[in-house]
């Protein structure tokens, strides 16, 4: 019995290691021999990178309860590549490629290994989440990234506090702290309301899950922290 027990374990086990790898990773650095390049390479690396890409899926299907491929948005490759973009520009996400600025690697005060490891958990995110079928509010497919970078636990110095921001969907950091709160309302709340927009989206599916609607979950969120 401990045996068939063992067994299927390692069944369970190799599924999910499958399922991952199902996905194609590559990650490439265009710009070996820029400073950010040559930074890239030497504190972060691409073995690093990929592996960072390979967690993060997991990571996002994990919180978001996609058990399974139909829980999923089809994503058969996942690419990074590191690249000198515009002024300011940190990172983005398109057609499942992800960029990030070889500047912004050269310019970052800190544990930058660290810092590229959230922004990439934020990006991965995008590859991962329904968007309400181009529907729901861009600040809310943000908040929802940085809502898995902030379970991850890669909350950098530079956010604002919780209880921050004049609106629920301010985006990033802000609407992060706001989701948090509404989770922790309802564990798993982000999860299901990742779910109900993929074939959609309103501002009523806030109501539907916690019985208030999101200006009232504002209102609240906002007093709990007297701002």
Not at 45 to 58: D, H, P, R
Not at 150 to 175: E, M, Q
């Amino acid at each position: 019995m401990a045996n068939m027990m063992y067994f299927l374990s390692f069944l369970a086990i190799l599924s999910t290691l499958q399922a991952i790898h199902a996905v194609e990773y590559s990650v490439a650095n265009n710009v070996p021999t820029t400073p950010g390049g040559i930074r890239f390479t030497n504190e972060i690396g691409l073995e690093y990178s990929k592996q960072t890409l390979i967690s993060a899926t997991e990571f996002t299907w994990r919180l978001f309860q996609q058990n399974s491929e139909a829980d999923r948005r089809t994503t058969p490759k996942l690419s990074l590549f590191i690249e000198t973009l515009g002024a300011g520009e940190v990172a983005f996400s398109s057609n499942d490629e992800i960029r990030v600025n070889a500047d912004y690697i050269q310019g970052f005060s800190g544990d930058v290994r660290k810092e590229i490891t959230g922004i990439l958990y934020h990006e991965v995110v995008h590859s991962w989440q329904w968007d309400g079928k181009g529907q729901a509010p861009r600040g809310l497919i943000d908040g929802i990234a940085d809502f898995v970078r902030l379970k991850a636990g890669y909350v950098p110095d530079y956010w604002s506090k919780p209880g921050s921001g004049n609106k629920w969907d301010d985006s990033y950091d802000i609407t992060a702290w706001f989701l948090d709160y509404c989770n922790g309302l309802r564990n798993g709340f982000v999860a299901e309301l990742n779910k109900k927009m993929r074939t959609g989206y309103s501002d009523n599916f806030f109501f539907e899950l916690l019985g208030k609607t999101v200006d009232q979950l504002w209102s609240e969120y906002k007093a709990k922290y007297n701002t």
